[in-house]
């Protein structure tokens, strides 16, 4: 059995559960994943039962889109701007919030990252509904071994 100090690290990176992004004249009625709710909570529920096992070994990452523009449902003073219930974090549970559609532009997501694989690696776990560009850019600027879970995103 690996002793908890030789265990892989591992984070999981959820981007952009938000409501803002339920609705459904703005963004448009059809996703290509209608499961993602259902999906995504089952995966952070495992997860953070990993997390109870071994604190100091994962971690779990919530980004938060924070749009600029007054009118749109992901500005802060809109409902919109909220986590979606089942992704609501936890204490302990890092919140991240970005301005752009990259969560590793004008964040410290890059740190938080490096920080938690130094010297040994890990895997990185990405599940959201707005997460193709981050996920692009952290395989070029951070060359973790990521894995995107397929039916945990939209």
């Known amino acids: 059995m690996t002793s908890q100090s030789h265990a892989t690290k591992t984070a999981l990176l959820l981007i952009d559960v938000q409501e803002g992004f339920l609705h459904p004249t703005h963004w448009g009625p059809s996703r290509s994943n209608p499961d993602f709710e259902q999906n995504a909570s ?12 071994s604190p100091s070994q994962h971690k779990i990452i919530h980004i938060q889109h924070s749009s600029r523009d007054p009118n749109s449902e992901l500005h802060p003073s809109s409902p919109g701007f909220a986590f979606q219930g089942f992704a609501m974090p936890k204490d302990g549970e890092l919140v991240i919030v970005k301005e752009v559609n990259s969560a590793l532009i004008g964040t410290n997501l890059e740190e938080v990252l490096r920080g938690h694989f130094v010297r040994r690696g890990g895997k990185l776990y990405i599940a959201g509904l707005s997460m193709y560009a981050s996920f692009l850019e952290s395989q070029c600027l951070t060359k973790k071994n990521e894995t995107l879970v397929f039916d945990s995103f939209s």
């Open 42 to 53: 089952s995966l952070l529920n495992s997860y953070r039962s990993l997390i109870t096992s």
